[in-house]
């Protein structure tokens, strides 16, 4: 069974870090396309970060120099390092696993986080 | 990047009613354009892709079609347990995704 678990979300103050993890099963992250994708509060969706099996990186504007994408093999985990965040960046993060790099066919649940003081 | 615009912003239909989603992107993306279903609390999931593919589990009710900058999702028959919120996201090869703002769809 497809399982993919999100955690590392909470509060933190503007300017601050946060790493998020998503914890796998069921398929290896190394194989497929992983990306991040946010939604905040009472909005819509918004893609954030994609890593290609490859290990070729991209990300939405709106984070670029900030957020750093990662995995780790070992562990079957995908990562997203979260710096000098603001408090537009508040959401809920899912990460989600993508055919090629098309659409996501596979959800976690999202961790939320916010950035306030 | 391109802009992916949905309407109708709400929807509110009777059980049983067929209902039609539009979507309208900025520049052709021929058929790379996925749908998504959300309902409250929880995670997107996914009910179409390639425009027309029905995802494997997905009820057959759901259709999409559509091709170059306007894509429609048709519930045939809309039942209670597809409200929810509705999102077209297009996955053209030379430009980051982009999703629609959603249409929430209700029973009335």
């Known amino acids: 069974e497809v399982q993919l678990v999100e955690s590392g979300g909470g509060l933190v103050q503007p300017g601050g870090s946060l790493r998020l993890s998503c914890a796998v099963s069921?398929?290896?992250?190394?194989?497929?396309?992983m990306s991040w994708v946010r939604q905040a509060p009472g909005k819509g969706l918004e893609w954030v970060s994609v890593?290609?099996?490859?290990?070729?990186?991209y990300y939405a504007d709106s984070v670029r120099g900030r957020f750093t994408i990662s995995r780790d093999n070992s562990k079957n985990t995908l990562y997203l390092q979260m710096n000098s965040l603001r408090v537009e960046d508040t959401a809920v993060y899912y990460c989600?696993?993508?055919?090629?790099?098309?659409?996501?066919?596979?959800w976690g649940q999202g961790t939320l986080v916010t950035v306030s003081s | 990047d391109i802009q992916m615009t949905q309407s109708p912003s709400t929807l509110s239909a009777s059980v049983g009613d067929r209902v039609t989603i539009t979507c309208r992107a900025g520049?052709?993306?021929?058929?790379?354009l996925a749908w998504y279903q959300q309902k409250p609390g929880k995670a997107p999931k996914l009910l179409i892709y390639?425009?027309?593919s029905l995802e494997g589990g997905a009820p057959s009710r759901f259709s999409g079609s559509g091709s170059g900058t306007e894509f429609t999702l048709t519930i045939s028959s809309l039942q209670p347990e597809d409200v929810a919120i509705y999102y077209c996201?297009?996955?053209?090869?030379?430009?980051?995704?982009?999703f629609g703002q959603g249409t929430k769809v209700e029973i009335k």
């Open positions: 520049q052709n993306i021929n058929t790379w």
């Open positions: 996201q297009q996955y053209n090869a030379n430009s980051p995704r982009s």
């Open positions: 390639q425009a027309s």
């Open positions: 069921g398929f290896t992250v190394s194989s497929n396309f």
């Open positions: 890593l290609y099996r490859g290990g070729s990186t």
């Open positions: 989600a696993r993508d055919h090629q790099t098309d659409y996501s066919d596979y």
